[in-house]
């Protein structure tokens, strides 16, 4: 093989989370890009490492969220690996994983890990490590989507670009940290560093191109007018006014959930609804 890298992105059939994990096949290995969420999703993961006879080198993580790494141990299994993410992921995920676990574990039953692998080696934004002559770069974005996120770059001409959730392929999205400001200046920041035939493997959907910038600014612009906009003075009905427009710019249901957890959220950070107790 040569130093051009195969990617393989699963789980090969989405079904329910629809979350993305990648591995970056090597000549003498395979690294991973996330962890997805479940057991079972995490076990094929694994499963296909074997298939492929390579060892896995290292994992890496492009964000703080669970589904991107809760099910990094069932991946990484037995493997003695570096576990690469900036320091604020590595930090985000220590202090709110146990909140995570209370939340999102009741939602999926015995196919939610109960030990999961956090990141155990800190790199800088720009910093790169390489595997076969295969260079991937870290960009430390600080809170965007979620607390605290970091794509990765692979090779030098960044015409392939591990984005984690900086762009949802057509699908809603979750701005319930709160961090709308942030990610939009990221994607002002972001659409300008890449070439416009590059490939951007996402994490729910995709692969997606530079032209979904448009797409992604446009539903965060939506979605905080939406709510902003609503009669808070009957919550039910502020919160179905929010959904009801953000179906009309993206009619698909696909992680609708996430969207509709972010409405309280977003409101209460723009002081339309008290704190909750």
């Not at 079972?40 to 589904?67: Q, V, W, Y």
């Not at 690469?84 to 994983?97: E, F, K, M, R, S």
């Not at 039910?236 to 009801?244: E, L, N, P, S």
Request: negative net charge; glycine residues 8%.
């Amino acid at each position: 093989m040569s130093a051009v890298p195969t990617i393989h992105r699963f789980p090969v059939k989405h079904e329910g989370a629809f979350v993305n994990a990648y591995l970056v096949e090597t000549a003498s290995g395979v690294v991973a890009v996330d962890g997805l969420l479940q057991v079972s999703a995490g076990r094929e993961m694994r499963a296909a490492i074997e298939r492929l006879g390579k060892p896995l080198l290292a994992a890496l993580l492009t964000h703080s969220h669970p589904d991107h790494y809760a099910a990094l141990g069932e991946v990484v299994a037995a493997d003695d690996v570096p576990i690469y993410a900036p320091q604020g992921v590595i930090d985000t995920i220590t202090a709110d994983d146990a909140v995570k676990d209370q939340i999102v574990g009741p939602l999926f039953g015995e196919d939610w890990p109960t030990d999961r692998l956090f990141p155990n080696t800190a790199i800088a934004d720009g910093e790169s490590v390489s595997f076969d002559e295969v260079k991937l770069t870290v960009i430390d974005l600080g809170p965007s989507e979620s607390p605290h996120d970091s794509p990765w770059i692979l090779g030098d001409d960044a015409k392939t670009v591990f984005l984690g959730d900086q762009i949802y392929d057509h699908k809603h999205c979750f701005l319930g940290d709160g961090f709308y400001e942030e990610w939009l200046a990221n994607i002002e920041t972001l659409r300008t560093r890449f070439p416009k035939d590059a490939v951007l493997h996402v994490g729910h959907g995709g692969p997606a191109g530079p032209e979904m910038w448009d797409w992604q600014r446009e539903y965060i612009e939506r979605f905080v007018e939406a709510v902003s906009g609503a009669d808070w003075s009957n919550p039910d009905q502020a919160k179905a006014a929010v959904v009801g427009r953000m179906k009309a710019y993206e009619p698909s249901d696909e992680l609708q959930i996430l969207m509709e957890l972010s409405i309280e959220p977003i409101a209460t950070k723009l002081g339309l609804l008290a704190p909750a107790d």
